[in-house]
């Protein structure tokens, strides 16, 4: 495995925070002034290079790859046009504990699911699902997390009341999650015979 190889796979796995050369030569074990080498190496060659879509560039001390700027346009299209269909099962879990739960706590959602929910908790915050909804009182005061208007428009609801009621007694996350993948997928099809 080359440096070049491995300096790629880090700035691609920092993402928007970036790494020093500093770090990246303490994980290569060389020299700083390797890793800058190396690192300007691969910025020019990436910056003419008119087959690649992204770049490395250089923010203070730190080395980030980024998208190139002549791809803005279709970067901004994608973006206007969220997949909520690509949604994880362990994102649509934490969406349904979210909806059901609100406004609710990191923490709490990690109680009912069982694991660490962070990235879900990311993913649908980026999608729009889930926003910020204050903070809880008491040590800490963790953030509280609700659904938005635009997950009622993903689902196709009025309001939280529309929401498909759940059985009496204990309700698995399964079941939840079962619940609004249904309404979810419904939704989606509707949507794409518009």
């Given amino acids: 495995m080359t440096n070049e190889s491995i300096i790629e796979s880090l700035l691609f796995a920092a993402g928007d925070e970036g790494l020093s050369a500093e770090q990246m030569a303490s994980v290569l074990d060389v020299d700083v002034q390797t890793v800058r080498n190396v690192v300007e190496q691969m910025a020019e060659t990436l910056l003419h290079d008119e087959t690649r879509g992204v770049t490395i560039t250089k923010y203070g001390t730190e080395y980030r790859m980024m998208t190139k700027k002549e791809n803005a346009s279709f970067i901004q299209a ?82 939280l009341d ?19 993948f249904g309404r979810f997928e419904e939704a989606m099809d509707e949507m794409a015979e518009e």
């Fill in 78 to 159: 994608l973006a206007d046009k969220p997949s909520p269909k690509t949604l994880s099962q362990a994102a649509l879990e934490t969406l349904a504990i979210i909806a059901y739960n609100q406004p609710v706590t990191r923490m709490e959602v990690e109680d009912i699911r069982g694991v660490k929910t962070e990235r879900p908790i990311a993913t649908l915050a980026a999608r729009g699902l889930i926003e910020e909804a204050g903070r809880a009182e008491g040590a800490g005061r963790p953030i509280l997390y609700a659904t938005t208007n635009e997950f009622l428009d993903a689902f196709q609801l009025n309001s």
């Fill in 162 to 180: 529309d929401l498909p009621p759940l059985s009496e007694g204990e309700v698995s996350i399964q079941q939840e999650a079962d619940l609004f």
